[in-house]
Each structure stands twice: as C-alpha cells, then as structure tokens.
C-alpha cells in the first residue's frame, strides 16, 4: 500500500471505530481501531527516522489503549 492510502485507511479506520464505539459496538469498533493501528505502524516502518513517525506513533499507542479499554468493558460486562 502507497503512503497516502496507508494514511487515508488510517484516518477512515479511526473515523469508523469512534462511530462504532458511539454505537455501542465494541468488537467491530476494535477492529476498526486494530486497523487503524496496523496501518500507522506500516507508516512507522517506511520512515522510521522521520517526524511524522513520532505522530504516528503516539496515535498508534493511544488506539491500542483505547482498545485495552474497550476489551476491560467487555469483559467487565460479560
């Protein structure tokens, strides 16, 4: 995937798992934030040494914990 889709799929996915979580649908809102997480670590791994990955890399550890906390909701509530 080029730089730009892995960075339009990034936002889309982003976008998409706060809709979700909004919807109350925790296992897909995941997903979406798991893809959104996957796409900026490729974005990390094409320019490893470059500003942009220190973005992407902060917005990356903050959707894996905002999954963290959905999957504590969900095993809180089951």
Do not use: G, W
Not at 1 to 16: G, I, N, R, Y
Not at 60 to 74: G, H, N, P, S, T
Request: net charge neutral; hydrophobic share 35%.
């Amino acid at each position: 995937m080029q730089e730009t889709e892995l960075q339009k799929s990034a936002t889309e996915s982003a976008f998409q798992a706060i809709k979700l979580e909004k919807e109350d649908k925790k296992d897909e809102a995941i997903e979406a934030f798991d893809k959104a997480v996957k796409c900026l670590l490729q974005l990390i791994e094409l320019h490893p040494n470059s500003n942009l990955s220190k973005i992407y890399r902060k917005q990356a550890d903050a959707y894996q914990d905002r999954i963290r906390v959905l999957k504590e909701i969900k095993s809180l509530i089951s």
